[in-house]
């Protein structure tokens, strides 16, 4: 029996912390190894971290000082044993048959990675975020034009994988956005991936996270230059997909005025640098070319 090997990377979140280890622990599949790191919290999150494992035999804590997402994710890959292997945050959940469902899914289809849909919960408010109309299965060119496209989102902890796919070179550590770098690596080493079109995973969205906030914008805007760079390098198929994502943020970041003089200096000269480049690019209307002039003459 598939022995899958669930981590989650713990911060301070002693207020939602129990949520999200119950759904693991309900899960109707039963064959799971949790492993809860704790990255140096200062609330109370270690201590139920603790408490859960007294209960549940499955589980393992790390107690260690803080490092960030990515780092205690790599730690909890290192140390994990499943065949298979799953990433939850601990300030979410998941549905109870999330992992006997996706588990049966990549056993049909034989995929490296299967994902699903999510849920976006803002205070009571719930969207649910759909891929597709029904379950698929994608070859690699296929998964890597819908991520180029930004389609399949780069989130770790909607996915399983299969652990031979994943490499410690793929938790970025110190990295803001970590997810979104690291994907277009770990999509390009598979022959197929999977969609289940269930929304298995909830993603709560607190008003003051680090996601939410104005400032991870131009952070984001350099993630999507280093991916366009990556595609450049290893799948040039689809840099006019990559670019087109580039460019919109781009223009996000000035429309949303989050931007100090350095910032826009940085966005202005890039879109001097391709103008060519984004003036012909397809998947760009007319109406965001003229906005980028706009950007580039102010």
Same mark, same amino acid.
């Given at each position: ?94 549905? $109870? #048959?999330? /992992? @006997? ?5 990549? &056993? ?5 990675? %299967? ?112 991916? $366009? #760079?990556? /595609? @450049? ?5 689809? &840099? ?5 994502? %580039? ?52």
């Amino acid at each position: 029996m598939t022995k899958i090997s669930v981590i989650v990377p713990v911060y301070n979140v002693e207020n939602e912390l129990e949520r999200c280890i119950q759904s693991i622990c309900n899960q109707t599949y039963k064959n799971l190894e949790i492993i809860l790191v704790d990255d140096g919290s200062t609330d109370n999150s270690g201590r139920i971290c603790d408490e859960f494992a007294k209960k549940d035999k499955r589980i393992k804590v790390i107690h260690q000082g803080n490092a960030g997402q990515a780092a205690a994710r790599k730690v909890g890959f290192q140390i994990s044993t499943g065949d298979v292997v799953g990433f939850v945050d601990s300030d979410d959940s998941i549905e $109870l #048959e999330m /992992y @006997e469902y996706m588990l049966k899914n990549m &056993i049909k289809t034989d995929a490296e990675i %299967v994902f699903c849909d999510y849920n976006t919960i803002i205070e009571s408010k719930k969207v649910n975020n759909k891929f597709y109309i029904s379950d698929t299965v994608l070859n690699n060119d296929r998964a890597m034009k819908l991520l180029a496209s930004n389609e399949i989102p780069s989130f770790m902890c909607n996915k399983i994988f299969k652990r031979k796919i994943l490499k410690d070179e793929d938790f970025f550590c110190g990295e803001i956005l970590e997810d979104f770098l690291c994907m277009p690596d770990i999509f390009f080493r598979c022959k197929t991936i999977s969609y289940k079109s269930n929304a298995f995973y909830n993603y709560f969205r607190r008003k003051n996270s680090t996601m939410g906030s104005k400032n991870i914008l131009f952070k984001y805007w350099l993630a999507c230059q280093k991916r $366009l #760079e990556w /595609y @450049e390098s290893y799948f040039p198929d689809y &840099i006019d997909l990559c670019l087109n994502r %580039v460019v919109r943020i781009g223009l996000t970041c000035f429309e949303k005025d989050c931007l100090n003089d350095y910032q826009k200096k940085i966005i202005k000269q890039y879109f001097r640098s391709e103008f060519k480049c984004i003036m012909k690019n397809k998947q760009l209307n007319v109406h965001k070319k003229l906005k980028v002039i706009t950007y580039i003459l102010l």
